[in-house]
Every structure is written in structure tokens, then in C-alpha cells.
């Protein structure tokens, strides 16, 4: 009894404190991700399931995804998606946030504002973004037809390719005020008299970003583009409501379809598998940031 | 940027071009709103109109009344599964995260970097061994896996934020308490708490939001659509209604109801928590 009163004296009661979180953690997400890696080893579908049995399989599951043309595709689709998402909610996030870091009365309630799309259950914005590029009673091709960009209703979401394009607009909906305010917030910290005596040097707007904006925000653009890449990367929701990976694979993430694979087609073990490549990547870009940002932090 | 002030016209022109674009922005929260309160016929009409020209209501109306779908059922097993989730969220990371702001334990570092790690894993990881385990609890099919899993996305958020908060906190307010013969615990309860409140706060946010958007968690441990949340609910909706746009902009915009709310009444929480949350779930 008293060794267990020395022990926590000191920083070691910081224990007290933390255990019941990490205990919790262990239990609902520590020991699944483990009891997961071990199903993707085994072969378990809902044929024996049943059945309890649980043949180990090393890794046949893994080597069997490389010859299935779905998960390739979702690969494929998986880098597609999320690089555009990128690209496109970067640039409007950041022409936002200079346009928000200019003192006008109404900067900071729009700016506010554009928070919105964050929020939104991606169910909801799912629901939304579908209504809109539905092909009859859609706005957006009455918006195409009305401005002659295209000659008939175009049926986004049930053709391969436009569908893709579809569930990426909206996914850069909900990405842009992530950027905007991450990179609105970047920018406060660059000092203003960098650009007063810039602009005594006779420097333009053009030169100023380049070689003052740009150059200082670097920490900021890494963190929001790695973020970004991680966030979008296991993105499930908004593509399942959307389009349930269809038509044809067209719109298959890895995330959705390790989920048809579990959860339609009862391939546990497969579908874990999927799961497990995913969390593989996730985990490797997240660790190389976590290196960088650390590096100078002392803890 | 460079401008500490600007004219007259130029402070015009931004705050023109700043509305026309956050009417584009939020455009699909109009329209959906906007078709929410019109009938089906008019839904269809070709042009389409910018506002109801025949009010109806009976989208709402019909979703009290019929049992199937009950949008303010789901409404409520939503709000019920939030808030469980948000309450075991804020109990646990509100001393972990004063832990870690506090003290140098023994397996500090490999704690924090845990909390870390599960920001990033996706929800697919996590669905099937979650399945098996609440079945196995017997709690397969009951707000409580849903609630004991969307916890899961707002402890190491709340974690990471709060830390921030507590190490801001000077270590001369903490030590006053303990002269005055405050436990650790005590002063932890009494002084830091209340003062490290606005943290406190975002987390609750963030929490109940991550579990109000939540589908995947809802959809799977939870089988009756009686039981099930609002995020579910929409979906099963979607999958037997596809095109009833009316009764569906309804169902969406009654799901944004608490998102709304929290908007208005406590933007700059969200605006911090963005900001200091640094990885999101």
C-alpha cells in the first residue's frame, strides 16, 4: 500500500487522471483495431460465421485484393477523389481567406458564415448535393441548360465519370471553410509591417504574395493540405449516401467499399482487409506529419 | 493584408463581392429549405421557382403523424444518442487532457500519440470488431452501442483540445489551492475546471456534433429504424423514397435544426475549435 502512495506522490498521479479516457480507448478502438488486423488473417464470411469457425489464412486476403478490379479501382478512385478534393477546396479556401483578411465591416460575419457547410451532418449535405445533380427535378442542370453549357439534362450521378465529378463538388463544399479559416488564421500572423516596407520598396500585390504571403504560410499550407489528405481520404458517409460506390464501381472508395464488403456482401474478413490498407496509409502520412510538426515542440 | 485601412469604395466592393459569394456558397441550404415548403407538383415544375408560390407544410406535418419514418422520432434517439456520447466524452477527456497538460507520467508520450493515431483511423476499421463486441455485451440493436462508439470520436478530439487550455493555465493558481488544503483532486474540480470552461465548451460542441453527423456508427449497431438516428433514418428514407424530394428536404432540414442552434448561439467555440483542434475525426 505504501509503494502504490509513492508512486503516485508525483507526476504519476497524472495517471489517475488519464486511465479511465485510455482504458476506454483501449476497449473501443484499441482491441477492435487489433481483433480487426486478426480477422483480415482469417476467413471469415457470413458462410461460417455461424458456424464459429475461423480458418487463419496469413495473408491470402491481402493477396487476393490485388487481383480484384474493385479494389484497384477503388484505389484508383480513392487517389482521384481525394487529390481533386484537395486541389480545388486549397485554392477556393485560400482565395477566401485573402479575401477575409482585408478589413471590410462585413470580414468577419461572412467569414463566419462560411463555417456552415463544416457542420452539416454529411448525410444531410449527402441528401442535398444528390437533390441538386438529380437529373430531372436538378438545379444544376436547369442552371447548365440555362446558360447553353449543355444541350440535354446530363444524368450526373448514374453515369460513371460525372458521378465522381458530383461527389467531389460536394466534398469540396464541406472542405472549403476547413481551409478558409485554417488559412484565415495563418495569415493574422504574418506582420503587417512586412508588407508596408515591401510596398515602400515599390513592390506589387503579385510579388507580395509570392515572396512574403506564400513563403510564411508554408507551415500552415503543410498542416491544412496533410490534414486535408487525411480527412478526405477515409471520407465514407458522404459517398455512400450519394451514390453507394455506383454506377459500376465508378464512385468506390476504399471506405465504401470495405463497408459493401462487410456489411452487403458479408465478406468480413475481406472487407477488413480493405479496411486495414486503408488505415495502413492513413497512418503512414499521419505519422510522417506528426514527425514534422513535433519537431521543435518539446513534447 | 497589406491595408491597415481601406476607403470608402474599396470597403463597398469587398463587402459585395464577399455576400455574392456566400449566397453561392450557401445556396444548397436555400434550396433545400426553399423546396422543403413546396408541394411535389411544384418541385417538378420546369422553370423552377425560387420560392414556394403555394406554401405547403404537410412534408412536416405528415412525418408527426405516420410512424414509419418518424423524422422527430429519429430527431429524438438522435439527440439521446449525442448526448450520451458527448457526456462520456467531456467526463473522461476533461481529466486526461489535465493530465497530460500537467504531469510527466510514465507513458505520457505513448498516450498522447494513441489519442493521435485514432484521429486518424476511419470509421471502417473500427465497424466490424465493434459489431462482434457489442453483440457479444448484448448491446447490438440499442442506443448504447451508438453511444458508446461515437465517444470514441470525441474523447481524443477533446483531449487534444483541451491540453492546450490547461498547460495556459499558470501552475501558481493550481498550487494556492493545494496551500489552502485543496487535493489534487479537489483543486482539479473547484479551480481548473471552471477556468479552463471555454475549452470545456468546444469540446462539448465538437462531441455532440461529430455524433449528430454521425451514419456509419448508428446504421450498423443499430437495427430497428425506431431506435436508429436521424443520419440512418434519412438514409432508409433515400433508399425506399429516392425521388420524394419534398418529404426528403424536410427530413434534412429538421436534422440541421441542433446544428443551427449551436451555430447561432456559439460560433466563436466553433471557430476556436477549428483552429486548435489541429486534427479532426
Redesign the interface.
Known amino acids: 500500500m505504501k509503494k502504490v502512495k509513492t508512486f503516485f506522490r508525483y507526476d504519476n498521479i497524472g495517471l489517475l487522471f488519464i486511465l479511465p479516457a485510455f482504458i476506454y480507448m483501449m476497449v473501443f478502438v484499441g482491441y477492435p483495431i487489433l481483433s480487426n488486423i486478426l480477422l483480415s488473417l482469417q476467413d471469415v464470411s457470413v458462410r461460417n460465421l455461424v458456424k464459429g469457425e475461423k480458418h487463419f489464412i496469413a495473408f491470402a486476403n491481402y493477396v487476393g485484393l490485388f487481383q480484384d478490379a474493385v479494389f484497384l479501382k477503388s484505389v484508383k478512385n480513392t487517389l482521384v477523389f481525394t487529390i481533386s478534393c484537395l486541389i480545388f477546396q486549397f485554392l477556393i479556401g485560400f482565395l477566401l481567406a485573402l479575401l477575409f483578411s482585408k478589413r471590410f465591416s462585413f470580414a468577419k460575419t461572412v467569414r463566419g458564415l462560411t463555417m456552415i457547410p463544416w457542420m452539416m451532418p454529411m448525410t444531410v449535405t449527402a441528401l442535398m448535393f444528390k437533390f441538386m445533380f438529380s437529373t430531372d427535378v436538378g438545379i444544376i442542370n436547369y442552371i447548365f441548360t440555362k446558360l447553353g453549357l449543355i444541350q440535354s439534362n446530363i444524368e450526373w450521378l448514374t453515369t460513371p465519370g460525372t458521378a465522381m465529378i458530383a461527389v467531389i463538388v460536394a466534398n469540396v463544399w464541406i472542405g472549403i471553410p476547413f481551409n478558409t479559416i485554417l488559412l484565415s488564421t495563418g495569415l493574422t500572423t504574418i506582420p503587417q509591417e512586412l508588407y508596408e516596407s515591401a510596398s515602400v520598396d515599390g513592390a506589387n500585390s503579385f510579388q507580395k504574395l509570392t515572396r512574403i504571403t506564400l513563403p510564411l504560410l508554408r507551415p500552415t499550407i503543410e498542416s491544412v493540405l496533410v490534414l486535408g489528405f487525411i480527412y478526405t481520404f477515409k471520407v465514407y458517409d458522404l459517398v455512400y449516401v450519394m451514390t453507394e460506390g455506383g454506377p459500376v464501381n465508378s464512385t468506390h472508395l476504399l471506405s465504401t467499399y470495405s463497408y459493401k464488403l462487410s456489411f452487403d456482401m458479408f465478406q468480413y474478413s475481406k472487407g477488413s482487409a480493405v479496411a486495414n490498407v486503408l488505415f495502413l496509409i492513413l497512418l503512414l502520412v499521419g505519422l510522417l506529419y506528426l514527425k514534422i510538426t513535433m519537431e521543435g515542440e518539446e513534447d | 493584408?497589406?491595408?491597415?485601412?481601406?476607403t470608402k469604395g474599396?470597403?463597398i466592393l469587398?463587402?459585395t463581392?464577399?455576400?455574392i459569394?456566400?449566397i453561392v456558397?450557401?445556396f444548397?441550404?436555400f434550396?433545400?429549405l426553399i423546396?422543403s415548403f413546396k408541394t411535389e407538383k411544384e418541385?417538378?415544375r420546369?422553370?423552377?421557382t425560387w420560392y414556394p408560390h403555394e406554401w405547403n407544410t404537410k412534408s412536416y406535418a405528415a412525418q408527426i403523424e405516420t410512424g414509419d419514418f418518424n423524422m422527430f422520432h429519429s430527431f429524438f434517439n438522435s439527440f439521446m444518442i449525442s448526448t450520451g456520447a458527448t457526456v462520456?466524452a467531456v467526463v473522461?477527456?476533461v481529466?486526461?487532457s489535465?493530465?497530460?497538460a500537467?504531469?510527466?507520467?510514465?507513458?505520457?508520450?505513448a498516450?498522447?500519440?494513441?489519442?493521435?493515431?485514432?484521429q486518424?483511423?476511419?470509421?471502417?476499421?473500427?465497424?466490424?470488431?465493434?459489431f462482434?463486441?457489442f453483440r457479444n455485451m448484448n448491446m447490438y440493436n440499442t442506443w448504447g452501442a451508438a453511444i458508446?462508439?461515437d465517444?470514441?470520436i470525441g474523447?481524443?478530439f477533446s483531449?487534444l483540445i483541451l491540453k492546450n487550455y490547461f498547460a495556459s493555465i499558470p501552475a501558481a493558481l493550481e498550487e494556492a489551492a493545494y496551500i489552502d488544503g485543496c487535493t489534487?483532486f479537489g483543486a482539479?474540480m473547484r479551480i481548473l475546471v471552471p477556468v479552463a470552461k471555454p475549452g470545456v465548451v468546444v469540446c462539448a460542441i465538437f462531441s455532440f456534433?461529430y455524433a449528430?453527423?454521425d451514419?456509419?456508427y448508428g446504421m450498423?449497431f443499430i437495427l430497428d429504424q425506431e431506435k436508429r438516428p436521424?443520419?440512418a433514418g434519412?438514409?432508409n428514407f433515400?433508399g425506399q423514397y429516392g425521388?420524394k424530394?419534398s418529404y426528403?428536404?424536410a427530413?434534412?432540414i429538421v436534422?440541421?435544426i441542433p446544428?443551427t442552434l449551436?451555430?447561432i448561439f456559439m460560433?466563436k467555440y466553433?471557430?476556436s475549435g477549428?483552429?486548435n483542434g489541429?486534427?479532426?475525426g
Open positions: 493584408m497589406d491595408e491597415r485601412r481601406l474599396k470597403n469587398f463587402c463581392i464577399s455576400v459569394l456566400l456558397l450557401l444548397p441550404l434550396w433545400t423546396t418541385i417538378f420546369i422553370p423552377p462520456i473522461l477527456a481529466p486526461a489535465y493530465a497530460i500537467r504531469y510527466k507520467f510514465a507513458g505520457r508520450k498516450m498522447l500519440l494513441g489519442f493521435l493515431v485514432t486518424m483511423l476511419p470509421v471502417s476499421v473500427l465497424l466490424t470488431p465493434m462482434i463486441m458508446l462508439a465517444a470514441t474523447i481524443p483531449v489534487r482539479f456534433l449528430w453527423g451514419l456509419a450498423t436521424i443520419t434519412i438514409f433515400m425521388t424530394w426528403l428536404t427530413f434534412a436534422a440541421i446544428v449551436i451555430f460560433q466553433i471557430i477549428m483552429t489541429a486534427v479532426k
